[in-house]
């Protein structure tokens, strides 16, 4: 091997992965009765967590559109993390009104406020569509061509299934790189509204210092509802609107569990990459490099900016601290496969796939040949990604402009909708344009007008370091000129002449005919509309050479399930999954044991006086006196704080219902350790830990600390 110092390590942990398909990874509902979970330790009738009627314990888990909540009441009561309500809390949020430091309580429904930009999709089904959709597929077709077709196809059987009523939403997902294909149908609630939240001082304890590690004191909660019409339509924001009865409710356990007790979850994961080459891995480490340099770039620009000012802390908090978080997270990645030396991993994985292939004469034919036709297509697609994104980044809402992002979004909106609907691209169909306005909206909310002119001016500014062929045609000349004091102009003409700072504007123009919007001249809406030729062009190459992609890997996972005999989860796809584990602690490095509990005392040991570790008073006071109420924990003598169990998790996981054996909720999902964070590539048993908070502390925190007891008696308890 070329590095013997890992041989020990790299044998252990490749042995373990080939005894454990059947254990770790994310499954689908369908594949949960092959995991025999009666044996393992659940206590209830695996057939009830899934019911095709919409009664299953999983029913009652929601995607909120990046995250995951649960209904914890028949009125509607939905159950997820600070961090994942976080967004709402921001748009709502002033500087009289801070909701971020201060939390929020309403103390009747009455005067529960709207998660602006929230949704929540309750799972109503879901069914196998391989059969509809491969079969499109004709082997003399182009890359491109098998794109649209697949695309086609999909877009039909989504809209026969939206046909089913105006708050029913479907996708369609692929699974194994498009060896199998699902078709998933929600009721979509576009109404949902902030009930509580903790203070930051609470939800955000510990910050982006305690971010991914262990242990850990967050008391990472808040809560939603759910509203329809009084006819139980999932509509927008009414008065008139009713809390949403759902037919399936958590059930909250305060009894505590012990070490090795048998733990699941059921949530909605984003992505993982488990499933990836040698090739794959590879690309994506340096894709993240870069990543982190431009994180670190934009969290100190938007610090800067709002260092004087609460109200544009405000606006970019979110922005902040997602940014904060990915980048810790990359940072937890490298060197997690660095201390496994993953890449060694991967090839040994790779030559044991080459000798089963060996062993028959049919399998060299099928797929001999694939991991090399992956290795090369990579670098054909690297030097593609390169030139792509950085335009991409330009005209992103995340990582670009505010105002530059929305002349884009009106642009390219405009242009599709002139378009019938079922040829546009998926993310503007009419279904979708909702959705857009609501963007368009709410974009205020998270951008100061000065900050977003001076962001413009530092982006472009540094385009100078980039290679001439990956700058935007559209900026080549003004990059050309290599003058500070020429971007400043030219951004101060985008921004002194533009019209897109008025929101309202902005949604009257993307009602407007493509011609009618181009006649006003918008200096911003003319760039994007330059952008945009080169952006389409890219975009073309990039759905062939994704198909392209897509058929080499089907290719190879076809002999990876034939070789595993089909014990492999899917990679994570924002689809519902189903993950189980064991209540235990770990130990990270060499003499270094984690308990799997912390506790209050634990919060009160980290007290600095000052944020992220800043105690409120009224806690020190409940503690001081041991004002517990029923939710100490007798064996602990303590309010427990967090804990672990080794189930599989990822982003979107967040707000997931942690349950114990009986199905009954013990905690909910808020982070991987440290040492976890790998496991979106590659799964490490002995390191693998997810951290959820306590169902106790969230408890505690509501009634003791806030006095909310009407949530206390809505929760049943």
């Known amino acids: 091997m070329k590095y013997l110092k890992y041989l020990t390590v790299i044998l252990l942990i490749y042995s373990v992965a080939l005894v454990s398909w059947a254990d770790e990874g994310m499954w689908m ?66 500087k009289e009104k801070d909701y971020i430091q201060e939390g929020f309580i309403a103390w009747t429904k009455g005067e529960e406020i709207p998660a602006q930009g929230y949704i929540a999709d309750v799972l109503l089904g879901y069914e196998a569509v391989t059969d509809k959709i491969i079969p499109e597929v004709k082997p003399d077709m182009t890359y491109r061509e098998k794109f649209e077709a697949i695309d086609k196809a999909k877009k039909k059987l989504i809209a026969e299934a939206e046909k089913g009523g105006e708050d029913i939403r479907a996708s369609v997902a692929a699974m194994y790189s498009g060896n199998k294909y699902y078709l998933f149908r929600f009721k979509r609630i576009k109404d949902i509204r902030i009930v509580y939240a903790p203070p930051r001082d609470l939800g955000n304890f510990g910050g982006d210092i305690d971010n991914w590690m262990w242990p850990r004191h967050t008391c990472d909660f808040s809560f939603l509802r759910a509203y329809v019409s009084p006819e139980n339509k999932g509509v927008d924001y009414s008065k008139d609107n009713i809390p949403y009865q759902p037919k399936s409710v958590l059930k909250i356990s305060t009894k505590g569990f012990k070490e090795r007790d048998f733990s699941f979850v059921m949530g909605y994961p984003g992505r993982t990459y488990r499933n990836y080459t040698l090739a794959e891995l590879s690309f994506d480490l340096e894709n993240m490099k870069e990543r982190m340099e431009i994180y670190k770039d934009i ?21 902040i601290k997602g940014l904060n978080n990915g980048f810790k997270n990359y940072q937890g990645k490298f060197e997690g496969i660095d201390r496994i030396n993953l890449l060694e991993i991967k090839e040994n994985q790779e030559e044991d796939f080459l000798e ?56 390219r909106t405009v242009e599709e909708k002139e378009k019938p609907d079922m040829e546009r691209e998926p993310a503007y169909q009419e279904r979708n344009i909702p959705l857009i306005k609501m963007r368009i909206q709410l974009a205020e909310r998270g951008y100061d007008l000065e900050a977003d002119r001076a962001f413009l001016k530092h982006q ?27 971007i400043d102009a030219f951004v101060n003409h985008l921004y ?70 089909g014990r492999i989860a899917p990679d994570a796809n924002s689809t519902i999954r189903f993950t189980y584990g064991f209540i235990k602690g770990y130990s990270p490095r060499d003499a270094v044991y984690y308990e799997s509990q912390t506790t209050l005392s634990g919060v009160i040991e980290k007290d600095t006086g000052e944020f992220p570790f800043l105690v409120p008073d009224k806690i020190k006071e409940l503690y001081e006196a041991r004002d517990y109420g029923p939710y100490e924990d007798k064996k602990l003598n303590d309010i427990p704080a967090c804990f672990l169990n080794t189930t599989s998790v990822t982003g979107g996981n967040s707000g997931s219902p942690t349950l114990n054996a009986k199905g009954e909720q013990i905690g909910i999902i808020f982070d ?44 049943g308890l």
């Open 496 to 565: 002194d002449n533009t019209i897109l700072a008025d929101t309202e504007k902005r949604l009257e123009l993307i009602d407007m005919k493509k011609e009618d919007l181009m006649k006003i001249g918008d200096p911003l809406i003319q760039l994007a509309s330059e952008m945009e030729k080169e952006m389409k062009a890219l975009r073309e190459k990039e759905k062939a050479l994704g198909q392209e992609r897509q058929e080499l890997k089907k290719v190879y996972l076809s002999g990876l399930l034939e070789k595993e005999e």
């Open 356 to 411: 089963w292939i060996k062993e028959k004469p049919e399998r060299e034919g099928l797929y001999g040949n694939v991991l090399e036709d992956i290795s090369v297509f990579m670098k054909k697609y690297a030097a593609f990604e390169r030139r792509n994104t950085l335009l991409g980044r330009m005209v992103s809402s995340y990582f670009g402009s505010a105002l530059l992002s929305q002349a884009y979004t009106i642009f």
């Open 460 to 486: 472009l500014k540094k385009l100078e370091g980039y290679p001439e062929e990956q700058i935007p045609e559209a900026l080549k000349e003004l990059a050309s000129k290599k003058s500070g004091k020429a």
């Open 672 to 715: 991987m350790t440290y040492e976890s964070v790998t496991a979106d590539y590659y799964e490490v048993p002995e390191l693998q830990r997810t951290i959820s908070v306590d169902i106790r502390y969230v408890l505690f925190v509501t009634e003791k600390f806030s006095g909310a007891n009407h949530i206390i008696k809505e929760l």
């Open 299 to 319: 969290i100190a620009f938007f610090e800067q900016a709002g260092k004087d000012d609460r109200e544009v802390q405000i606006k970019y908090a979110s922005l």
């Open 29 to 94: 509902p369908h594949q949960m009765k092959g995991l025999k979970l009666k044996a393992k330790g659940l206590k209830m009738n695996p057939e009830d967590l899934y019911r095709e009627d919409g009664t299953g314990l999983m029913s009652a888990v929601v995607y909120l559109g990046g995250g995951t909540g649960e209904f914890v009441s028949h009125e509607g009561l939905i159950l997820t993390n600070h961090h994942v309500a976080f967004g709402a809390l921001q748009r709502a949020a002033t």
